[in-house]
Nanobody, 128 residues
């Protein structure tokens, strides 16, 4: 399983970015995919999650209404980030957890310790 994250960059407050996570070696429907972020000196925390098999998504309160997670239902998960704020500055990681055996009995958000694979981080900087 490999995950390749991209799309980070530097934007001004109020700007937008779209992150992409390309997955290989797995079937998206068998996994929960999440975007996590880690700001300097802080723990890595989950931001948004998607289950392509069940059509479920989740966003933490701090990004609701601004971030949208989606998938092309093939191999890519996106995180559209609008109305970015300086506090969104962080390294963003995509991660995958195998949920096939759960038969749908799992909830979002997922704990970072339960994720089975991680992509490399992509830096998002929001600053004027």
């Amino acid at each position: 399983v490999q995950l390749q994250a991209s799309g980070g960059g530097s934007v001004q407050p109020g700007g937008s970015l779209r992150l992409s996570c390309v997955a290989s070696g797995l079937t998206l429907d068998d996994y929960a995919i999440g975007w996590f972020r880690q700001a300097p000196g802080k723990q890595r925390t989950g931001v948004s999650f998607i289950s392509t098999s069940e059509g479920r998504t989740y966003h933490v309160d701090s990004v609701k209404g601004r971030f949208t997670i989606s998938s092309d239902n093939a191999d890519t998960v996106y995180l559209q980030m609008n109305s970015l704020k300086p506090e969104d500055t962080a390294v963003y990681y995509c991660a995958a957890e195998s949920v096939k055996t759960y038969n749908g009995n799992y909830y979002f958000p997922r704990n970072r310790w339960s994720m089975d694979a991680w992509g490399q981080g992509t830096l998002v900087t929001v600053s004027s």
